[in-house]
């Protein structure tokens, strides 16, 4: 089996020590690599593919988001996520633009740190109250169909969300789109389109359509089983796709994405993720080494 591959970028070493000892508990299926400077960093991601990419915002030769901006273009599907000292809401909102997979600012909680990395290379949504809990191939699956469905109908963005609005994957150009609100809002109402397919042949996994007409875009939310929706938002153009096109092509991917995703599984965020004594003792000595450095 191939192991996935993390690179963290800190340019100072106490810090590369502490992140690489707090992720020693992922596995040995996971090679971690550390690199004290952006440049050498750059040389390393041009010729080695990672998984998920660590960087720190304040380095000397380059800065974090040159490194983010450079790894958008050799390597695109890299998760990167940016911690910073200096943290300003210009910052993040640059390394949101990026498609920063999470920014965090210093000092970390090891523990946090770990569980962020986990949700990069599983894409478990660890938000409140529940968790989504998707393995890395159903993931993979999954995300070969949405690419797929974003080509057929010449969407400008494609989003994936769970009943409790939450983000489980975003593809296209989401620029200028409140997606947390529209996903929330959706969200609460899965449970009236999935009656819309109950009323019609008793079939609670049903596929059902809701179309919004708007100004300069359209919005097409289709339900995937009882908990998952697919959100397609659609420019307003000559040359876009028609109501029927997109919705033979969404429903077609809904019915192939059932199988894979629709049920996934939801645990409590009170599962007890890090509850063992030995574990706590040892974020709370690697807390100790990241306020010492």
Same mark, same amino acid.
């Given at each position: 089996?191939?192991k996935r591959?993390?690179?963290?970028?800190?340019d100072?070493?106490?810090?590369?020590?502490?992140?690489?000892?707090?992720?020693?508990?992922?596995?040995?299926?996971?090679e971690?690599?550390t690199?004290?400077?952006?440049l050498?960093?750059l040389?390393?991601?041009?010729h080695?593919p990672?998984?998920?990419?660590?960087?720190d915002y304040?380095?000397?030769?380059?800065?974090?988001?040159?490194?983010?901006?450079a790894?958008?273009v050799?390597?695109?599907s890299?998760?990167?996520?940016?911690?910073t000292a200096?943290?300003?809401?210009?910052?993040?909102?640059?390394?949101?633009r990026?498609?920063?997979?999470e920014?965090l600012t210093?000092?970390?909680?090891?523990?946090?740190?770990?569980? !962020?990395?986990?949700? @990069?290379?599983?894409?478990?949504?660890?938000? &409140? =109250?529940? +968790?989504?809990?998707?393995?890395? #191939?159903?993931?993979r699956?999954?995300?070969?169909q949405?690419e797929?469905?974003?080509l057929?109908?010449g969407a400008?963005?494609?989003?994936?969300?769970?009943?409790?609005g939450?983000?489980?994957?975003?593809?296209?150009?989401?620029?200028?789109?409140?997606?947390?609100?529209?996903?929330?809002?959706?969200?609460?109402?899965?449970s009236?389109?999935?009656?819309?397919?109950?009323?019609?042949?008793?079939?609670?996994d049903a596929?059902?359509?809701?179309?919004?007409?708007g100004?300069r875009?359209?919005?097409?939310?289709?339900?995937?089983?009882?908990q998952?929706?697919?959100?397609l938002?659609?420019?307003?153009?000559?040359?876009?796709s028609?109501?029927?096109s !997109?919705w033979y092509? @969404?429903?077609?991917?809904?019915?192939s994405? &059932? =199988?894979? +995703?629709?049920?996934?599984?939801? #645990?409590?965020?009170?599962s007890e993720?890090?509850?063992?004594?030995?574990e706590?003792?040892?974020?709370?000595?690697?807390?100790?080494l990241?306020?010492?450095?």
């Open positions: 089996m191939n591959r993390i690179l963290i970028v800190d100072e070493e106490a810090i590369l020590v502490v992140l690489k000892s707090s992720l020693k508990k992922l596995g040995d299926e996971y971690i690599h690199i004290d400077n952006g050498d960093a040389k390393l991601i041009e080695t990672f998984d998920v990419i660590v960087t304040q380095m000397a030769d380059m800065n974090g988001l040159e490194l983010l901006e790894i958008r050799i390597q695109p890299s998760k990167v996520i940016m911690i200096y943290g300003t809401g210009n910052l993040e909102a640059e390394a949101r990026l498609k920063a997979y920014y210093k000092p970390l909680e090891i523990s946090a740190f770990r569980e !962020v990395i986990q949700s @990069a290379l599983d894409d478990m949504a660890l938000t &409140l =109250p529940g +968790i989504v809990i998707m393995s890395d #191939k159903r993931y699956e999954a995300l070969q949405l797929q469905l974003l057929d109908v400008r963005c494609l989003l994936l969300a769970d009943a409790g939450r983000v489980m994957a975003q593809l296209g150009d989401s620029t200028d789109l409140p997606v947390e609100e529209i996903v929330t809002l959706l969200g609460g109402g899965i009236t389109i999935i009656e819309v397919g109950r009323s019609l042949d008793n079939n609670p596929v059902s359509l809701t179309y919004l007409e100004d875009e359209d919005l097409y939310v289709i339900n995937v089983g009882q998952i929706l697919l959100v938002v659609v420019d307003r153009t000559a040359y876009s028609r109501l029927g !997109v092509y @969404a429903k077609q991917t809904a019915v994405l &059932l =199988p894979i +995703i629709g049920d996934v599984n939801f #645990k409590e965020a009170t993720l890090f509850d063992d004594t030995m706590e003792a040892f974020n709370s000595e690697l807390d100790k990241w306020e010492l450095s």
